[in-house]
């Protein structure tokens, strides 16, 4: 097998000129932000550490900058994309400037929130330029549905990097950090300029490597029952564990309770939790389920729309 030519990946005049031809225009309703420094996606590709074996999964390819970075690298790319023209486009894109390597990309046209499914050997490694507007919950949608991924670099809005990467007693830890911890041990590993990117995006953005836990977090409570804590706690963040997990519980004495059990102060709040904390005080609920409580479940889902409503507001501002 050949090896590629440094021509093969896409610059700056390439990306606008595939994207003429296409008629493409970046949409800011799909954060869609393309990268067109050779260099960059290199570095990507370097700092994810893919190996030769490696088969690589990554979402939102765009026009195919980094794709093509990761088929020099890897032994099987898979890209899943949701928007019509442009997964339309990669395949031939791969096949005019890899012809050599084509054979190893396979494109999944679809939400990457809804993919259950890859085609080929499994994936061993996730590595992508997130859309903004949806980073967190595709991250851990994928982490969640596919177990063999075992390392993780992504490209995401320098906040949301932060947060994800957010040990606990920190500002900005939250939910975030939490549910990323439960699957693997988090780490910022750098930061990209917006000169990289067409167009240039408003915001600076981070990269953060996901290592999959060798082991889970020990617990004898399921990961929904975890992450039904997690959502309570910073629901109402700035309020006590105690009075934050009372809708949760059934009421905040019985949230007490569980608490006390789990060893956690219940003046505690949960920016100063670990999940295997979390994960305790779910162990810990009065009736250990959290389906026998809907009315519970409901009263948090409001909570979590209202906080999510507010942080909006304030941004807007």
Known sequence: MTSPTPDALLG???????????????????????????????????????RPDDVVVEVGPGLGSLTLALLEAADRVIAVEIDDVLAGALPATIAARMPDRAGRFSLVHADAMQVRELPGPAPTALVANLPYNVAVPVLLHMLDTFPTIERTLVMVQ?????????????????VPSVKANWHADVKRAGSIGRNV???APNVDSGLVSLTRRTE???????KR??????DAAFAQRRKTLRAALAGWAGSAAAAETALVAAGVSPQARG?????????RIAENRVGGNVGENRAAENRIAENVAENVAENKESTAK
């Open 12 to 50: 700056p005049a390439e990306i606008r000129e595939l994207a003429g031809a296409l008629g493409v225009r970046p949409t800011k309703q799909r954060g869609q932000n393309f990268v067109i420094d050779a260099n960059t996606v290199r570095r990507i590709v370097r700092t994810a550490g893919v």
């Open 158 to 174: 320098a906040e949301v990097a932060d947060r994800l990467a957010a040990p606990p007693g920190s500002k900005v830890y939250g």
């Open 197 to 199: 990117f067409w167009p």
């Open 216 to 222: 889970p977090v020990r617990t004898t409570a399921t």
């Open 225 to 230: 029952e975890v992450f039904a804590v997690v």
């Open 271 to 279: 920016e100063s939790l670990t999940v295997e904390e979390f994960a």
